[in-house]
């Protein structure tokens, strides 16, 4: 066990300089801000094995619903050793679907556009609808609050004690 004592007037030993400086990642702005041109955006492919032997394949762009098969059979190759044991779509396979999606980017693109035109009239409905709100509660005078003159109490505790016992 360390015995000895901690002496707050003591400064601790300073550390590099380097290590205190924070290093700037440039991150990356997200798939989903990608052009919708193909070469300047994120392609994703997906090989699925299927318990039957078959291989499902997916491709898509941006986040978009994949484009997807299942392979079988000579659309099927394998690779030596230990790798064999999980078949891989043929490259024509592989190539087919991506020219697919390649054929259906500029659909994808006018299917965003009408998704965020939507998104945006949306948002706009919706702040107009706060504001109206807000608008409404801010002129409405505050004498407008229901009043309690000419009201019965409502009854205590000790007056239903009363009624129920027969007043003792």
């Given at each position: 066990?360390?015995?000895?004592?901690?002496?707050?007037?003591?400064?601790?030993?300073?550390?590099?300089?380097?290590?205190?400086?924070?290093?700037?990642?440039?991150?990356?702005?997200?798939?989903?801000?990608?052009?919708?041109?193909?070469?300047?955006?994120?392609?994703?492919?997906?090989?699925?094995?299927?318990?039957?032997?078959?291989?499902?394949l997916g491709?898509?762009?941006?986040?978009?619903?994949?484009?997807?098969?299942?392979?079988?059979?000579?659309?099927?190759?394998?690779?030596?050793?230990?790798?064999?044991?999980?078949?891989?779509?043929?490259?024509?396979?592989?190539?087919?679907?991506?020219?697919?999606?390649?054929?259906?980017?500029?659909?994808?693109?006018?299917?965003?556009?009408?998704?965020?035109?939507?998104?945006?009239?949306?948002?706009l409905e919706?702040?107009?609808?706060?504001?109206?709100?807000?608008?409404?509660?801010?002129?409405?005078?505050?004498?407008?609050?229901?009043?309690?003159?000419?009201?019965?109490?409502?009854?205590t505790q000790?007056?239903?004690?009363?009624?129920?016992?027969?007043?003792?």
């Amino acid at each position: 066990m360390d015995n000895s004592q901690i002496n707050p007037d003591l400064e601790p030993e300073a550390e590099p300089a380097l290590a205190r400086q924070p290093i700037e990642e440039k991150k990356p702005e997200g798939i989903e801000h990608d052009p919708y041109e193909w070469g300047k955006c994120a392609i994703t492919a997906s090989i699925v094995w299927l318990p039957d032997g078959s291989v499902m394949l997916g491709v898509r762009n941006h986040l978009d619903a994949p484009i997807i098969t299942v392979l079988s059979g000579d659309t099927l190759t394998t690779l030596p050793g230990h790798a064999a044991e999980l078949p891989l779509p043929t490259l024509e396979s592989i190539a087919d679907l991506l020219a697919q999606l390649r054929e259906e980017l500029p659909l994808r693109a006018r299917a965003k556009a009408e998704r965020d035109e939507t998104t945006q009239k949306m948002l706009l409905e919706a702040k107009a609808r706060k504001e109206a709100v807000q608008r409404i509660t801010k002129a409405a005078p505050a004498a407008a609050k229901p009043s309690s003159i000419g009201k019965t109490p409502a009854p205590t505790q000790a007056s239903l004690f009363s009624l129920m016992t027969g007043g003792n």
